[in-house]
């Protein structure tokens, strides 16, 4: 009987199926090639990210099915909001392969990967909060990045195996629109290692909503655990008058409503702030420049719900 790996794609044929790496559901896997060999195995690199990756106790992806709803955004506030304890270690991995904007939003553009005895080194904001992106291999902001699948995988893998991440407590994952091969790869090579579980960002209009129910699919469809959804841009408080407006309408309840259609957590909505925006093309923390925002008392918020969601499973994890 053909053994279907843990966190497979849906209809993967199995490893000793002779169709094993061969199918339409097995491209985009990185377990294509050795499953497609006489003798397939998992990749080994599965095991040594396993590890690796021993050092980090929560890892976080955040996802979304649709572009420009503010995941890298959120992915940045998210990790400067738990770094703003100093005891607490964190890195932020940008897997965002065709379009890496961590660098510019974490104030680190202009910076290099180094290479040391154990790995490659995270480029560092604060002593407790540190990097990796694909935009800190390129010569210029602007090169772009024209790759296939298998590459896109293989730098994947390279960041979670030879990344010398140290000691840390969060690792938060950035990741592109859609269900491919970046999501299929990081699920893929962190199953050994575990995932504690998905965010998943959304803007109040069907139009979003409609792809984030694909993400919140496919997070089912391979095992993450969803910790909740957060609704972006949900409103415009006006600085002078604290007048809130619907930029973007939900039509259908937003959010919150599809959460509980869908039975999710619902992690709470961030208005629109456009000193949000220019925080990030200045790479400034948000939460220093315009503290009293009421997007800053938002954030804080989300963060605290999702911190305490990994502690719970900590707990869990501890009794068991």
Not at 296 to 320: F, G, H, N, P
Request: proline letters at 7%.
């Amino acid at each position: 009987m053909s053994e279907v790996p843990e966190n497979a794609p849906e209809h993967c044929p199995g490893t000793g199926s002779e169709d094993a790496g061969k199918a339409s559901a097995c491209q985009g896997c990185p377990n294509q090639d050795v499953c497609s060999s006489a003798k397939p195995t998992l990749d080994p690199a599965v095991a040594e990210i396993k590890e690796r990756m021993s050092s980090v106790k929560h890892k976080l992806l955040v996802l979304s099915g649709k572009g420009g709803v503010g995941k890298s955004t959120f992915t940045s506030h998210l990790a400067r909001g738990m770094a703003r304890d100093e005891n607490t270690q964190v890195a932020v991995l940008d897997i965002d392969i065709c379009g890496p904007s961590i660098p510019r939003i974490m104030g680190l553009n202009n910076e290099q990967v180094h290479q040391s005895g154990s790995g490659w080194s995270p480029v560092y904001v604060d002593d407790n909060l540190g990097v990796m992106s694909v935009g800190f291999l390129l010569n210029s902001p602007n090169d772009a990045v024209i790759w296939r699948g298998p590459k896109k995988n293989g730098l994947i893998k390279q960041f979670l195996r030879d990344v010398d991440w140290g000691d840390i407590d969060y690792l938060v994952v950035d990741t592109p629109p859609g269900t491919s091969d970046e999501h299929l790869s990081i699920v893929q090579y962190l199953k050994g290692a575990g995932v504690d579980g998905a965010v998943i960002i959304t803007t109040p209009q069907e139009v979003s909503l409609m792809d984030v129910r694909k993400e919140i699919s496919f997070c089912r469809k391979v095992q993450v655990p969803i910790i909740g959804v957060v609704e972006n841009m949900s409103g415009f408080v006006c600085p002078n008058c604290k007048n809130e407006s619907q930029i973007f309408p939900p039509t259908t309840g937003g959010a919150s409503k599809m959460c509980e259609d869908l039975k999710i957590p619902f992690l709470g909505k961030l208005p629109l702030d456009p000193r949000i925006g220019k925080c990030c093309d200045e790479g400034n923390s948000f939460f220093d420049e315009v503290p009293d925002s009421p997007a800053t008392q938002a954030y804080l918020e989300i963060i605290e719900r999702v911190k305490s969601y990994c502690q719970k499973e900590e707990t869990i994890m501890d009794c068991t």
